[in-house]
């Protein structure tokens, strides 16, 4: 299945949806494109038949919120419908470069502008994740790509087994190439579909792969895995406009696996796409990794993997009305006595207009 058409990318940054079917999309290709051949539809993904609430543990009670705000069972999961949104941040806590399990609710405080803000939920549990792997298939990735393959399955294996993933492989256009789906089998036939041609269309592919996670994925975090070897040279949404859109979805958090060794790229090429993949990953609360070798590229997955798993969960109601307009910037800090943490998440987020906002599986 494309994912989305040249023609389409100005919606985009509307909000449209994007991820119709081959058979029912009806846009019509700018002047000059090429229309590429829709992939064979793949397997139908496996249903979820687990009855449990994926965005807890199974033996957790019902979640508690502090401040107010009705929680009403609906289906598999509890909606909260509230006059205010909740603000949720996956944080990342780190003593140099040891990951801490340990910290409780009161060890963090949480700044929105400037102004701290009161935690009214707090979760430290390896919570079901949606996952995004979107793979890059221009022509320079063809003898990367059973190394990347292999570290793709390898993530998603060391994951929550509870996690469902989709695949992206992008060149000038990106495909989806599986449907979400917790088999590994299939997700390997996903990944096998190496053409390895054409230009690197980045910011287009994680800009439409983010829409979907938002649009379609069953479980509230979400992850973005990004693997490419070069600067984009391809998409019509240049850089700027990809993290805003990401941060407007309140999106993935994304990470990057940058594989720029070699002599193909010039030392400026080498230098921008670094930027890009460091930009992309901070601004979402991820990590920029670049190994110097296809070898490192497995043991880096296995790291994203026990990265994601090991996130504390907390939320916030911002002191500000959703009405207020602009970029709200949001910083995390956690203390434990002497100790020096560091804590990773996104920088901020754009307000959305109240509404029921989900805080478990989606039915």
């Not at 992939?39 to 009855?51: F, G, V, Y």
């Not at 890059?136 to 294996?157: E, F, H, I, T, W």
């Not at 993290?243 to 400026?268: K, M, N, T």
């Not at 090991?310 to 002497?338: C, H, L, N, W």
Request: proline share 6%; glycine share 6%; hydrophobic share 35%.
């Amino acid at each position: 299945m494309r994912l989305y058409s040249n023609a389409a990318l100005a919606a985009i940054l509307a909000g449209a949806a994007l991820m119709l079917p081959a058979q029912q999309r009806t846009t019509t290709p700018a002047p000059g494109a090429q229309t590429p051949t829709a992939r064979p539809a793949p397997e139908p993904a496996p249903s979820l038949t687990e009855d449990t609430d994926p965005v807890r543990s199974p033996d957790l009670t019902a979640p508690v919120l502090e401040g107010g705000g009705a929680l009403k069972k609906e289906g598999s999961g509890y909606v909260l419908h509230a006059d205010v949104e909740e603000v949720v941040l996956n944080c990342s806590v780190l003593e140099g470069n040891r990951i801490v399990q340990d910290l409780q609710k009161e060890n963090f405080k949480v700044a929105e502008d400037g102004v701290p803000q009161s935690i009214i939920s707090f979760q430290h549990t390896d919570l079901p994740v949606s996952i995004a792997l979107v793979i890059d298939n221009s022509g320079s990735m063809y003898k990367k790509r059973p190394s990347v393959n292999k570290a793709a399955l390898d993530l998603v294996q060391a994951s929550n087994p509870r996690d469902e993933a989709f695949v992206v492989n992008f060149s000038d256009e990106a495909f989806i190439d599986q449907e979400f789906t917790s088999d590994i089998n299939l997700l390997r036939d996903g990944l096998s579909h190496i053409d390895s041609r054409g230009g690197t269309a980045l910011y287009d592919a994680v800009v439409a792969s983010a829409d979907k996670l938002v649009a379609d994925a069953k479980r509230p975090k979400q992850v973005l895995v990004l693997i490419t070897d070069g600067e984009d040279n391809a998409s019509t949404l240049n850089l700027e406009q990809t993290i805003r859109r990401v941060q407007e979805l309140s999106g993935p958090v994304i990470y990057s696996i940058g594989l720029l060794f070699g002599d193909e790229s010039s030392r400026a090429e080498v230098r921008h796409a670094r930027r890009a993949l460091e930009m992309l990953s901070a601004e979402t609360g991820g990590i920029a990794y670049f190994p110097r070798s296809m070898e490192q590229v497995d043991e880096i997955a296995a790291e994203v993997a026990r990265d994601v798993r090991s996130q504390y969960t907390i939320g916030y109601r911002s002191t500000k009305p959703t009405t207020e307009p602009g970029f709200r910037r949001v910083q995390v800090t956690a203390d434990k006595g002497a100790s020096k943490l560091t804590v990773r998440t996104r920088t901020g987020y754009f307000p959305t207009t109240p509404r029921a906002k989900k805080v478990a599986q989606k039915n």
